[in-house]
């Protein structure tokens, strides 16, 4: 069963638009979150993360939002812009037992940014 | 560039064959974590170690599986008598501590593996 749930496989935004990728979790244990962006043929790399015990981050043009009642996250990009296409991977890590700090990863979102 | 570097990025071998990965993390991190990708997943956790020692493993990993963090600097992940079901894009990542901000795991290009 799926910890991390990011439920469409694609989206497609025009360039000065706002981009906004969902993602859901079930394990109530976790408490820190990150997106990553990923090109093809490279490693993911990190983009903002968040805490359990904040709902918002910013950073420049990207901010996650943390809804934790209703363990849903959202990565907003404003403005887009073509560059940023790539697949957005949302991830989750919980602090107990011996599994501090693996990350548990979605299946990605493919994001499009159209000219 | 000081990030995380994996060596080979490609590697195509014949199923029942021994292959060797290596992975260089970031100098000062302490943490360093194996995943596998499949297509149109996200990346999957296969073991960490923190310096030299194994702290966790997935079910993932199996016994065919193996991997080393000798003197807690680079890392390698050995995968014996590969079979087709290993192809995958193998992926190491570092961090300083463990998730928390300022802690964030960086990833490397990966090690694409395909097994004929």
């Known amino acids: 069963d799926q910890q991390v749930k990011q439920n469409s496989p694609s989206l497609s935004v025009q360039e000065g638009r706002i981009s906004i990728l969902n993602c859901d979790y079930t394990n109530s244990m976790f408490d820190y979150f990150l997106w990553y962006k990923k090109y093809p043929a490279e490693g993911p790399t990190f983009l903002i993360s968040i805490s359990s015990i904040k709902d918002k981050n910013e950073d420049g043009r990207f901010t996650v939002f943390l809804n934790k009642s209703a363990k849903h996250l959202s990565l907003h990009i404003v403005p887009s812009q073509p560059g940023d296409s790539a697949v957005y991977f949302c991830a989750a890590s919980a602090n107990y037992g011996g599994s501090q700090g693996n990350l548990i990863f979605g299946k990605g979102t493919k994001l499009s940014v159209k000219p | 560039d000081t990030g995380v570097s994996q060596d080979p990025r490609h590697k195509i071998t014949k199923r029942g064959q021994n292959v060797t990965f290596r992975c260089d993390p970031i100098s000062e991190h302490n943490r360093l974590y194996w995943y596998r990708q499949t297509l149109g997943q996200g990346p999957e956790f296969l073991t960490y170690f923190q310096n030299e020692a194994q702290l966790e493993k997935s079910r993932l990993l199996s016994d065919r599986f193996s991997a080393e963090r000798p003197k807690g600097s680079f890392s390698t992940l050995e995968i014996q008598r590969t079979e087709q079901g290993d192809s995958a894009m193998y992926l190491c990542?570092?961090?300083?501590?463990?998730?928390?901000?300022?802690?964030?795991?960086?990833f490397g290009p990966g090690t694409r593996l395909t097994v004929l």
């Open positions: 990542a570092s961090s300083l501590g463990w998730g928390r901000a300022g802690n964030e795991q960086f």
